[in-house]
């Protein structure tokens, strides 16, 4: 099964920037779509946005603006480019993937990698 390897969180100050890569162990191209999750400490994960196999986005009304999906099938790789961060973003980043299979819609999440946005 593919497997999903995020990295680039880290810290950085409020106003600031941090481009998330999310790299998969087999070919992303067949899947549905790509996302980017968000869990901060003691709330619910959150979808952040998305992105078809045909690249069409879609972002949270609270990223939109800031922050950029996107994706490099040749790499099996997606990207999360994050601008103007804020410290109530400050959560665990998650990459999934949505694909079908033989036995309907199935999804593969990553482990995450940490954001901390503080001063």
């Known amino acids: 099964q593919v497997q999903l390897v995020e990295s680039g969180g880290g810290l950085v100050q409020p106003g600031g920037s941090l481009r998330l890569s999310c790299v998969a162990s087999g070919s992303i191209s067949a899947a549905n779509s790509m996302a980017w999750f968000r869990q901060a400490p003691g709330k619910e994960r959150e979808l952040v946005a998305a992105?078809?196999?045909?690249?069409?986005?879609n972002y949270a009304d609270f990223v939109k603006g800031r922050f950029t999906i996107s994706r490099d099938n040749a790499k099996n790789s997606v990207y999360l480019q994050m601008n103007n961060l804020k410290r109530e973003e400050t959560a665990v980043y998650y990459c999934n993937s949505e694909s079908s299979g033989p036995h309907g819609l199935y999804e593969i999440w990553g482990r995450g990698t940490k954001v901390t946005v503080t001063k």
């Open positions: 992105i078809t196999s045909g690249g069409t986005t």
